[in-house]
């Protein structure tokens, strides 16, 4: 893997748009800084290039970065990936070795004199309020040697880390991984071999979209025992946000999760099937911006109504969450207008109408409920 060729001793009205309550890039030097920069962001979540990611993360650079007052980004990401990760690997060698002589040290009741491996949480962090952390949740993350957290991981939920504990960003956004999925194994796998505590925080929960699946596998063929502690899905927290029952009776009896990606890329979300299109179930939509409208497109052709309600919320239960709310065959054209950015959950369903900001007649939701 990659990783292991970089570090052999590590392989080793119709609408409404509602604000409710609740750095960007950087050059590379050719020799040893990074320049980062101080170009304001309102995003409550970890962006790539951000001042706040690599104050975070300080402990891996140590010395080596270097605030810029400009904000382009250099033409090739890889290179930017490529240079970040050798600059972090120095330190990484030596926290091994430390983790690795403190287990080789032991501990009371081991015959060998040495402990056994250590552990890895799988922890969801929920949509971004720390409010809704897991009382479970909260212990873990502040009893870690090493947390690896994702974009999605608010820095509000970031600020309840452990004094003592390191922080290392691996997030992904669209064009740029900071980390390939195949390195987030191999760094988790490689600590807990060293007797870490590892906790991988993921925004929402774990198991929904978030890849834990593939990590608490690949871990387990490993020999790493992997515990899973449960987040809000967004789906969830954003919906009792916005005050909508993703399931009720007579209006929705079941709800369906539904990720937006396409493949390589394109414009079509993976799979829309017919049933997708049942008007009496609630459809929710993650990571779904950029194929909403062929989504639309393929909802209506498949037999849902045009004029179904409709919810995307950018940012759900943080302090810059933005909501637009429109009949569906309206939703893209009134998301582009209001500029909306990722993360952005979609709602679709006659359920969004319960809503108490649903901006169409008292009418329409009465009905809704007599229809019980």
Known sequence: MALVSKLPSISSSSSSVTQLRKPNSFSTHPFNTIHYVSCSSTSPFTEKHSIRRYERDNWIYKNQLDQSSYCPLPPDSNSVRDYDIAL?????????????????????????????????????????????????????????????????????????????????????????????????????????????????????????????????DFLQQQGIQVKVIPGITAASGIAAELGIPLTHRGVANS???????????????LFVAANAADPDSTLVVYMGLSTLPSLVIKLIHHGLAPDTPAAAV???????????????????????????VSPTLIIIGKVVALSPLWPYTSRERSILVEAK
Do not use: C, W
């Open 314 to 340: 950018e940012r759900g239960t943080t302090p810059q969450q933005r909501i637009v709310l429109a009949e569906l065959k309206g939703l893209a054209e009134k998301i582009t207008s209001a500029q909306l």
């Open 255 to 269: 709800v369906r999760f539904l990720t937006g990606h396409s493949r390589k890329g394109g414009s079509d979300p």
């Open 88 to 216: 972090q690997l120095p330190e990484l060698k030596k926290l091994l070795q430390v983790l690795r002589e403190k287990r080789e040290s032991g501990g009371p009741g081991n015959g060998d004199g040495g402990r056994g491996p250590g552990n890895v949480f799988l922890v969801g962090t929920g949509p971004g309020d720390p409010e809704l952390l897991t009382v479970k949740a909260m212990r873990v993350i502040q009893s870690a040697d090493l947390l690896l957290y994702d974009r999605l991981v608010s820095d509000d939920v970031l600020n309840l880390v452990g004094d003592d504990a390191k922080l290392l960003y691996v997030g992904k956004t669209a064009g740029y991984h900071s980390r390939t999925q195949e390195e987030i194994h191999e760094l988790l796998l490689n600590f807990a071999e060293a007797g870490a505590t590892v906790v991988r925080l993921k925004g929402g929960d774990p198991l929904v979209f978030g890849r834990g699946g593939e990590e608490m």
